[in-house]
């Protein structure tokens, strides 16, 4: 599966090597392109730190990944008992690219690829413009990969 960058639990309890505590959660993430961690909390909320501990952004979310094609992070929120759950993207510094309304995020190609909460539906974003959403707001879909 493109798009996604492995990622690597290290354990609930993340230690300088003073032994000091930076971050505690159900899971601590290493995501092996960046000096970035991702934990994820006990209470529904997903964090990006770096790597001397401090958090770059907080999100409500379950889990955090990586999405190197465009420089960003895709949070998912699972809801409803984990049968349905919602995607959004956010930069490095917790602004939101894409809302958290989508049922899947994946790329394809040269496109991102957004999934209706049902699954029925895909709206479709050039990757390039997503990675440099700064300059193509308010962002447009593009047609489907041929």
């Known amino acids: 599966m493109t798009g996604l960058q492995i990622k690597r639990v290290i354990r609930d309890t993340l230690l300088d090597s003073h032994g000091k505590v930076l971050a505690t959660g159900k899971?601590?993430?290493?995501f092996s392109d960046?000096?970035?961690?991702?934990v994820a909390?006990?209470?529904?909320s997903v964090s990006l730190i770096d790597r001397q501990g401090q958090v770059r952004f907080s999100h409500p979310g379950d889990e955090i990944d990586r999405i190197p094609e465009i420089d960003?992070?895709?949070?998912?929120?699972?809801?409803?008992?984990?049968r349905e759950r919602l995607q959004g993207i956010f930069?490095?510094?917790g602004e939101t690219i894409l809302p958290m309304k989508y049922g899947r995020v994946y790329v394809?190609?040269?496109r991102l690829a957004l999934r209706s909460p049902d699954?029925?539906?895909?709206s479709w974003f050039s990757l390039?413009?997503?990675?440099n959403w700064r300059n193509h707001q308010p962002l447009k879909e593009v047609p489907a990969p041929q």
């Open 27 to 30: 899971s601590i993430m290493f």
């Open 34 to 38: 960046t000096d970035d961690l991702a």
């Open 41 to 44: 909390g006990e209470k529904g």
């Open 72 to 82: 960003a992070y895709k949070v998912t929120l699972l809801a409803s008992g984990h």
């Open 91 to 93: 930069s490095e510094r």
């Open 108 to 110: 394809e190609g040269d």
């Open 119 to 122: 699954l029925k539906s895909i």
């Open 128 to 131: 390039e413009e997503v990675k």
